[in-house]
């Protein structure tokens, strides 16, 4: 049985095509992500603890070390209950 050549060709643009949407994709979400791996399945907890890293680091990937928050961290609160 004769091997169709013609079909090689658009068979291999599209594998690279979606080689590169692929890789593009992966990119482009660890440039969201502060270079890590995307999250998922995230539950309540883990989503008040993104916000608390991101109201203390500015990023909702970032982490900090220094065991007492920043001054500001008083007044960034995710709860406006009163107006200062």
């Known amino acids: ?7 090689l060709i ?6 690279a095509m979606f080689g590169a949407a692929g890789t ?3 990119v482009s979400q660890r440039a ?5 791996a995307p999250r998922y399945k995230l539950d309540s907890w883990e989503e ?3 916000e ?6 500015g990023s909702k990937r970032g982490q900090s070390t220094n065991p007492l928050a920043p001054k500001e961290f008083s007044l960034n609160s995710v709860w ?5």
């Open 52 to 57: 608390r890293d991101r109201r203390l680091t």
């Open 80 to 84: 406006q209950t009163e107006n200062l």
């Open 32 to 36: 969201q992500n502060d270079g890590k």
């Open 1 to 7: 049985m004769p091997v169709p050549w013609e079909a």
């Open 10 to 15: 658009p068979f291999g643009l599209l594998t």
């Open 24 to 26: 593009l994709m992966n």
């Open 48 to 50: 008040s603890m993104m």
